[in-house]
Each structure stands twice: as C-alpha cells, then as structure tokens.
C-alpha cells in the first residue's frame, strides 16, 4: 500500500497492489487550503532562491548610497530580482568594501560624507582591490558635465537618481551585468 497528499482538497490517496486507487476526503476546509498554498509557494520561493544561488551564482551588488530611502529601496528592488545585496552607509564603509572586492556590480553614489564617490573610486585605481570587482556604475544627482566626465574616467557608468524608476534600475543593472559579465 502506497499513500500520498495529491492536494488539500483531495485528501489522501491509496494505491493498493492491484493498481486501485481509492480517496479519502480530509475535510480540509477552505481556510487550510489556503494555508497549505501559502505555505507551498514560500517553499518553493526559498528553496528557488537557494538553488539560485548555489547553482547559478547570482550577481553580487554593493550598493554605496548615504540616502537611507534610496539605500534601501535599490536594495530591496534588487533583492527582490534574486540579486545578493550589500550596502555601505558612508563613504569610508565603501571604500571598505570595495577594497574587499569581488562585486560583480557596485552601484557609487557621488556626494557622501567622510569621502566622496570619485575620491573612493581614484584610491581604488591607485591601489586595486586583490580580489577584483567588475563594474562601478556611478549614482549621482549631478548633471554637470566636468562630474560626468570624471564619473566616466572613473567608472563604467552613471545613473542619474532623479531619472530612475526600480523598473528602470532593473534594466540598466541587467545592462551592465550582461556587459561586464566577462571581466
């Protein structure tokens, strides 16, 4: 005799040696259907994700913004895409982190306190981290064109904040990433 859960509504299942199959109504009610759904999805969400990670090696992001809102909500909209997500609140924890290497992608913002995001970015060109990060991908307010400039001497991108929606942000971190995947 075999048993199985085929779904909450169905109940149990027998097969017996013959081959015939016999259900048991459970009873479940609509309140425990939902439940099991529910339950079943995050599952399968978590375990997708572990896979993810262990298998595919999704794309690992720091975010360096002093912005606690725009921090957050450029991690979270990342996260949600399945991405690994650091972020560093300052300048000086950037650089840190930077220096600790191994980014597929970081996104830099510009004006911090303690050090500025070009300031961080000519320390890293003068001493590069042992374990190399792919692609700096500048964010900035600015739209002066000596900033932008030095961002592109700098970096392999800029991001203009006010210009940035999370489904645009999205899009341009794939951009990079298929770009610079490579490297």
């Known amino acids: 005799m075999h048993l199985e859960i085929a779904t ?3 109940g149990l299942v027998r ?3 013959e081959g015939k199959t016999t259900t048991f109504q459970t009873g479940f009610n609509k309140k425990a259907t939902e439940n099991w759904y529910a339950i079943s999805r995050k599952l399968l969400t ?3 994700s572990i ?3 262990l298998y595919i090696g999704m794309a690992k992001i720091l975010i360096v913004e002093d912005d606690q809102f725009l921090r957050e909500l450029y991690a979270d909209v990342l996260k949600a895409e399945g991405y690994i997500v650091d972020s560093a609140v300052d300048g000086e924890e950037g650089l840190k982190r930077i220096k600790d290497g191994g980014y597929d992608l970081i996104l830099l ?3 911090m306190p303690k050090i500025d995001g ?6 890293i060109k003068s001493d590069p981290p042992i374990n190399p990060n792919k692609c700096t991908v500048f964010l900035t307010n600015l ?3 000596e900033e932008i400039k030095m961002a592109l001497k700098l970096g392999e991108g800029y991001l203009i904040k006010s210009q940035i ?3 645009n942000l999205i899009q341009e971190v794939k951009i990079y990433l298929e770009k610079f995947a490579k490297a």
């Open 8 to 10: 909450p509504v169905c």
């Open 15 to 17: 097969n017996d040696r």
């Open 46 to 48: 978590f375990i997708s």
């Open 51 to 53: 896979a993810t990670i």
């Open 109 to 111: 913002d510009i004006i």
């Open 118 to 123: 070009l300031e961080i970015m000519k320390r």
């Open 143 to 145: 739209d002066k064109d």
């Open 165 to 167: 929606t999370p489904g």
